[in-house]
């Protein structure tokens, strides 16, 4: 089946063709690391981590790079505040970055390059730009873009150029020929990290990076540029000018931007102060529970953040936890003789459709509930086989290696079971007994535990919450 992408350079959806069969080249842009990351990285994280997974799911090879921004205002301004070495700090939480990433599922890209371990590629494209025609030196050593030499400045944005702003991420500067134009290389303040270069010591500005490790790592045309869609305008607009002066090809042939992260109607960002670091979100909730929050929705729509929807987030989860467990449960001793492989056949083409069309993962797992409420009734009822128990529990593995929001298969599961076994008729000769008092303090005490026990028609049931 075909993959739709909603591809933001030309406001519709296209269908995915690959430059090169089977293959697919896809860049990130990646963090400034001068703190621990926050919920509003982790929604793109995660975002892209399951387009990464789907696409290798329906067969592609897929090459993901996610950069690190280590030389930046921020981070030199948060280095001087603690006396140490800007690439000190950036290179403590990239290492940070990494543990949180694996605190919330989100897999290893294929290669993570640094500002600070690119600077003979910024360089070089640094000076390609120049000699094309596009940038020129001001009398401090800085390099601008001249965004006048530019015919369709703003494809991203729709936007004419007279009609935009300058962005305020760098400050206007008199050496500009235009407030619009952009520092590619910016000259070293005294006692700043600096590396020599052509037009004497300096850093690079916040766009070149971004073209530069693209162009080294995939080539001149990618095939999927990704980001939030806070980034489509100043960073991806003047991206696409650098590599385009370059190289006179379009830099990729997919944009997609997954939507702001917001809390009470404002994006979520440190600037604002109104962030959620992740590693504090994640003591207080599994990553399951955190992937499940953000894949619910669609990638591209504003989605609000609260510990309310966190909540609903893990009930949601829980009824999807308690299934899958009681099909493993109920494979070992299943009776019934309906197979269900109309239903499994239904929501696996239900889930692909829907992971086809944009990646809406919403609709992908809204088929996937429907499937739980239908092995939850035939499991009642007795009916299901031990074949369609079976399938049914394939099929969401197969779904969570794209997910990755069922609980963690391992070996202290079996004794969970035999533990539990025994409990269940203890509490049965207890209630036998009409030793009430006995057999509900093990129920409230087990429920304290995280793990209900139900008087059912059929006898006791467990399971986990």
């Given at each position: 089946?075909t993959v739709?992408?909603?591809?933001?350079?030309?406001?519709?959806k296209?269908?995915?063709?690959?430059i090169?069969?089977?293959?697919?080249?896809?860049?990130?842009?990646?963090v400034?690391?001068?703190?621990?990351?926050h919920?509003?990285?982790?929604?793109?994280?995660?975002?892209?981590d399951?387009?990464?997974?789907?696409?290798?799911?329906?067969g592609?090879?897929?090459?993901?790079?996610?950069?690190?921004?280590d030389?930046?205002?921020?981070?030199?301004?948060?280095?001087?505040?603690e006396?140490i070495?800007p690439?000190k700090l950036?290179?403590r939480?990239?290492?940070?970055?990494?543990?949180?990433?694996?605190?919330?599922?989100?897999?290893?890209?294929?290669?993570y390059?640094?500002?600070s371990?690119?600077m003979?590629?910024?360089?070089?494209?640094?000076?390609?730009?120049i000699k094309?025609?596009?940038?020129?030196?001001?009398k401090?050593?800085?390099v601008?873009?001249?965004?006048?030499?530019?015919?369709d400045?703003g494809?991203?944005?729709?936007q004419r150029?007279e009609n935009?702003?300058?962005?305020g991420?760098?400050?206007?500067?008199?050496q500009k020929?235009?407030?619009?134009d952009f520092?590619?290389?910016k000259?070293?303040?005294?006692?700043?990290?600096?590396?020599?270069?052509?037009w004497?010591k300096?850093?690079?500005?916040?766009h070149i990076?971004?073209?530069a490790?693209i162009r080294?790592?995939?080539?001149?045309?990618?095939d999927?540029?990704?980001?939030?869609?806070d980034?489509i305008?100043?960073h991806?607009?003047?991206?696409i000018?650098q590599?385009?002066?370059?190289?006179?090809?379009?830099?990729?042939n997919?944009?997609?931007?997954?939507?702001?992260?917001?809390?009470k109607?404002e994006k979520?960002?440190?600037?604002l102060?109104?962030?959620f670091?992740?590693?504090?979100?994640a003591?207080?909730?599994d990553r399951?529970?955190?992937r499940?929050?953000?894949?619910?929705t669609h990638y591209?729509?504003?989605l609000?953040y609260?510990?309310?929807?966190?909540?609903?987030?893990a009930?949601s989860l829980r009824r999807?936890w308690?299934?899958?467990?009681e099909?493993q449960?109920?494979?070992?001793n299943a009776?019934g003789?309906d197979?269900?492989?109309?239903?499994?056949?239904?929501?696996?083409?239900?889930?692909?459709?829907?992971?086809n069309d944009?990646?809406?993962?919403r609709?992908a797992?809204?088929?996937v509930?429907?499937?739980?409420r239908d092995?939850?009734k035939?499991?009642?009822?007795?009916t299901l086989s031990?074949k369609g128990?079976?399938?049914a529990?394939s099929?969401?593995?197969?779904?969570?290696?794209?997910?990755?929001i069922?609980?963690?298969?391992?070996g202290s599961?079996?004794?969970l079971d035999?533990?539990?076994?025994?409990m269940?008729k203890?509490r049965?000769e207890l209630?036998?007994?009409?030793?009430?008092?006995?057999a509900?303090m093990i129920?409230?005490?087990?429920?304290?535990?995280?793990?209900?026990i139900?008087?059912t028609a059929?006898?006791?049931k467990w399971?986990k919450?």
């Open positions: 089946m739709l992408i909603h591809n933001t350079l030309t406001d519709r296209e269908e995915f063709r690959p090169e069969k089977g293959k697919v080249t896809m860049y990130v842009c990646g400034t690391v001068y703190d621990d990351i919920m509003g990285h982790a929604r793109s994280m995660i975002v892209f399951m387009v990464a997974r789907y696409l290798r799911h329906v592609y090879d897929v090459t993901h790079i996610t950069n690190f921004t030389v930046d205002d921020k981070i030199i301004n948060r280095a001087n505040e006396g070495d690439l950036s290179a939480y990239i290492e940070r970055y990494f543990d949180e990433a694996d605190s919330i599922g989100v897999g290893r890209a294929s290669a390059p640094k500002a371990e690119s003979d590629d910024i360089i070089r494209m640094t000076d390609d730009i094309a025609g596009f940038g020129y030196r001001t401090d050593g800085s601008y873009f001249s965004v006048d030499k530019v015919k400045y494809r991203l944005t729709n150029l935009m702003e300058s962005s991420r760098i400050a206007l500067d008199d020929r235009n407030p619009m520092a590619i290389w000259t070293a303040k005294p006692g700043e990290v600096s590396w020599d270069s052509p004497g300096g850093r690079p500005g916040w990076e971004c073209s490790m080294r790592h995939l080539g001149d045309v990618i999927i540029h990704g980001g939030g869609n980034l305008f100043p991806h607009e003047n991206e000018l590599t385009e002066a370059v190289t006179g090809k379009q830099l990729a997919y944009w997609m931007h997954n939507g702001m992260l917001q809390v109607g979520m960002s440190k600037s102060g109104n962030f670091r992740v590693k504090d979100v003591a207080k909730y399951q529970t955190i499940y929050y953000f894949l619910g591209r729509g504003p609000v609260g510990e309310e929807a966190m909540d609903e987030a009930a999807l308690n299934n899958y467990r099909l449960s109920y494979v070992k009776d003789s197979d269900i492989s109309e239903l499994i056949s239904r929501t696996k083409n239900e889930f692909t459709e829907n992971m944009d990646f809406n993962t609709g797992m809204s088929s509930f429907q499937m739980v092995t939850n035939a499991m009642g009822d007795r031990r128990a079976g399938s529990i099929l969401l593995k197969e779904i969570d290696s794209i997910f990755g069922l609980p963690d298969d391992t599961d079996d004794s035999a533990v539990m076994d025994i269940v203890i049965a209630r036998k007994r009409k030793a009430f008092d006995l509900d129920r409230d005490q087990l429920k304290d535990c995280g793990i209900v139900e008087d059929e006898g006791a399971k919450i």
